[in-house]
């Protein structure tokens, strides 16, 4: 595993490697290229890897599906070609994986919710293998013998695991120490760390967001000012830095309220977050 000093972090910090099991490696062409996943490839902050899962095929046609036992519509990926590219990668042992700070997802859609906890969740390990699921699905002894977890990244259903990956692996990089431009810049965001007593960035300046706790971010408003005759709020014009937080905060709780409510429920509130959402509640009672 490659060493890596993050600049303004002063810090040592490990190489994050991906590795992506499909039949169509060529989706990634230039899909990792921009932004900021291309910006932590070139830095060395994070590797990623893509094999062609019918390179572990032993027929002339490189078949790697079949029919379903018990009968039924479509074709299900085999075990045989992916068990044989996991041990070609050097895939550890399941009861080795928490030493070696590496985990094997299936992505299907029968898997658990992929959130953003889970995101900080994967950005801890040093090696995440992913499996792209095919066809009508993938042979269960794959997810129950070789795989940590099975993941879907929501209740809908994509024509394989290619997409998925791509999304986990963004998620995933933009949370490695030294992937964004500014360090604070994950924590205050939609689904981001919560609020804490600390008033000022890292670099010093005082702070005019406010940590999230599981909820969505707020709106944000850029130059110019009047644009064809819509506004940017007034507190967002002066220097008052409190009054800009609180007003955010409100209107963070106001857009999970109408967009997210299921998020309130689980979201860490403070006492002052609930009188703000039962004044919003009433607003909107009485507006209906």
Not at 9 to 23: A, E, Q, V, W
Not at 61 to 81: A, C, I, N, S, Y
Not at 232 to 246: C, F, S, T
Not at 265 to 285: F, I, Q, T, W
Request: hydrophobic content about 35%; some cysteine; aromatic content about 6%.
């Amino acid at each position: 595993m490659q060493l890596l000093c993050s600049g303004y972090l002063n810090t040592i910090i490990l190489t994050m490697r991906f590795d992506i099991i499909t039949i169509f490696p060529d989706f990634y062409k230039s899909t990792f290229e921009y932004g900021i996943l291309g910006r932590a490839r070139k830095t060395g902050l994070v590797e990623l890897a893509t094999h062609d899962l019918r390179s572990f095929t032993h027929d002339r046609h490189r078949t790697v599906d079949d029919r379903p036992f018990g009968g039924g519509e479509g074709m299900v990926l085999k075990p045989q070609p992916i068990f044989e590219a996991a041990r070609a990668i050097g895939v550890q042992p399941k009861d080795q994986r928490d030493a070696a700070k590496e985990t094997v997802i299936l992505l299907s859609a029968q898997g658990r919710p992929f959130t953003q906890a889970v995101a900080q969740e994967l950005s801890s390990v040093e090696r995440v293998v992913m499996i792209c699921g095919r066809y009508e699905g993938v042979d269960e002894r794959v997810n129950q013998s070789l795989c940590d977890r099975e993941i879907s990244i929501g209740d809908y259903v994509i024509s394989g695991g290619e997409l998925a990956a791509a999304v986990i692996v963004d998620a995933v990089v933009r949370l490695l120490p030294g992937a964004l431009g500014h360090p604070d810049s994950s924590r205050f965001e939609s689904f981001g760390s919560e609020e804490t007593d600390n008033k000022y960035d890292s670099d010093g300046s005082p702070r005019t967001t406010h940590g999230s706790g599981g909820i969505l971010d707020y709106p944000h408003y850029t130059r110019p000012s009047d644009f064809e005759g819509s506004e940017v709020p007034e507190v967002l014009q002066g220097g008052n830095h409190d009054a800009i937080r609180a007003w955010r905060r409100m209107m963070a709780l106001e857009k999970t309220l109408e967009n997210r409510p299921e998020l309130l429920e689980k979201a860490r509130l403070s006492p002052e977050d609930r009188k703000v959402l039962e004044k919003l509640k009433r607003m909107r009672e009485e507006a209906s």
